[in-house]
C-alpha cells in the first residue's frame, strides 16, 4: 500500500534486446514493499529499456540500489551497440516528485542514491537537472556527449570530474547520471523514409539547442526492422512547449524532403494533461478542461 508522500522514478539502462537480462533486472522491481512498477518498454532499435515506479522515498532508494546491481552485473557497454546515445550500464536515473513531495526532497534523494552507489559499485556518477552542481551539467545530453566510447579522456578534464565515485569509467558499466527533474514525456514520430539524414536534418530542427522548440530535445534514429526513421524526442516541459507542436513542427520540415510522418509513439508513461493538449487542439476545443474527463474525476 502506498502512501500520500510519491516520488516517481524513470531509471533508463542499456539493454533492450536480450529479454532474459531485461527480465532479470526488472524482476527487482516487482513484489516490493512501498514501491509499484508501473510500466517499461524495452526498444530493440535503442537498445534500451526505460522503467517508470512510484513509491514511497525510502524504499525507492533501496529499490534503486538494488536495480543498478543488477544491471551492471548483467550489462556490459564494451558490446553493446544501438541508436540512442549512450555512456552507462545504469544510464540515466531521474526523480520526479509526485505527490507530497518537493523538488528538494527530489534533489537530496538523488544526491543520497548517487553518492551510495559511486561507492558501492565504484561507479563515477554525474548529478544532472535540478541537482546539478554546476549550470553546464543540468544537460543531460552535454553530460552523455562523448558516450561511454569517450568517456575516458572526458573525465580527465578538470570540469568533467564526476561528482560522487572515481575520475575514470567503470571497465564495463561506464557512467551513470542521476538527478531530479520535471515529468518528462518521451515522444517519438516516425517518418516515411530510410534516409537516416533526414531525420537527424528534422532533428536538428525541431529541437532547442538547433534553434527550434524550447523544451525539446530531438535527434534521428534509423528503426532497421521496418526501413524507417523516426525522430526521438524527450519533450522536457510538456506544460511549456505542447507534443502536438513538436508533431506539427516536424510534419512541417518533413515536406522540405518530400517526406510524410506515418505515426508516432509514446515511450513510458505520460502526464493526463499532455494529451488532453493534443486532444484540445486537434478537435478545436474551446474552454476544455480535465475536469470534463470521466477518468479524471472518478479518481478524484
Known amino acids: 500500500m502506498l502512501t500520500n508522500k510519491l516520488i516517481e522514478c524513470v531509471p533508463n539502462?542499456?539493454?533492450?534486446?536480450?529479454?532474459?537480462?531485461?527480465?532479470?533486472?526488472?524482476?527487482?522491481?516487482?513484489?516490493?514493499?512501498?514501491?509499484?512498477?508501473?510500466?517499461y518498454s524495452s526498444d530493440k532499435d535503442h537498445n534500451r529499456t526505460v522503467v517508470t515506479l512510484v513509491g514511497e522515498i525510502e524504499p525507492i532508494k533501496s529499490c534503486i540500489i538494488e536495480f543498478m546491481e543488477k544491471a551492471i552485473e548483467l550489462i556490459d557497454l564494451r558490446t553493446h551497440q544501438g541508436q540512442h546515445p549512450r555512456m552507462g550500464a545504469v544510464d540515466v536515473v531521474p526523480f520526479i516528485p509526485i505527490r507530497n513531495v518537493?523538488?528538494?526532497?527530489?534533489?537530496?534523494?538523488s544526491k543520497e542514491i548517487a553518492q551510495t552507489a559511486a561507492e558501492k559499485f565504484n561507479l563515477p556518477i554525474f548529478l544532472y537537472e535540478k541537482s546539478a552542481s554546476v549550470?553546464?551539467?543540468?544537460?543531460l545530453a552535454v553530460v552523455r556527449k562523448g558516450e561511454f566510447e569517450g568517456?575516458?579522456?572526458?573525465?580527465?578534464?578538470?570540469?568533467?570530474k564526476p561528482d560522487f565515485g572515481p575520475e575514470a569509467p567503470h571497465q564495463s558499466a561506464g557512467v551513470t547520471a542521476i538527478g531530479a527533474r520535471m515529468p518528462l514525456v518521451a515522444f517519438n514520430v516516425?517518418?516515411?523514409?530510410?534516409?537516416l539524414e533526414i531525420a537527424s536534418a528534422i532533428g536538428k530542427k525541431v529541437r532547442f539547442i538547433g534553434g527550434g522548440l524550447r523544451f525539446c530535445k530531438a535527434m534521428g534514429v534509423k528503426l532497421e526492422d521496418r526501413n524507417i526513421t523516426q525522430v526521438s524526442m524527450n519533450m522536457t516541459d510538456y506544460t511549456k512547449t505542447a507534443l502536438y507542436r513538436s508533431l506539427e513542427m516536424i510534419r512541417m520540415e518533413a515536406k522540405r524532403y518530400g517526406v510524410n510522418v506515418v505515426g508516432s509513439e509514446?515511450?513510458?508513461?505520460?502526464?493526463?494533461?499532455?494529451?488532453?493538449?493534443?486532444?484540445?487542439?486537434?478537435?478545436?476545443?474551446e474552454n476544455f478542461s480535465i475536469n470534463q474527463v470521466l477518468e479524471s474525476k472518478l479518481m478524484e
Request: aromatic content about 6%; some cysteine; charged content about 30%.
Open 266 to 285: 509514446i515511450v513510458g508513461l505520460v502526464p493526463m494533461q499532455a494529451l488532453i493538449d493534443c486532444a484540445e487542439y486537434y478537435m478545436g476545443i
Open 102 to 109: 518537493t523538488m528538494e526532497e527530489a534533489v537530496e534523494l
Open 151 to 160: 568517456m575516458a579522456e572526458k573525465l580527465k578534464k578538470p570540469e568533467w
Open 135 to 139: 549550470p553546464e551539467r543540468e544537460n
Open 190 to 195: 516516425n517518418l516515411d523514409t530510410a534516409n
Open 13 to 39: 539502462f542499456s539493454e533492450g534486446r536480450d529479454l532474459n537480462k531485461i527480465e532479470s533486472i526488472i524482476n527487482v522491481f516487482r513484489a516490493k514493499e512501498g514501491v509499484k512498477l508501473l510500466d
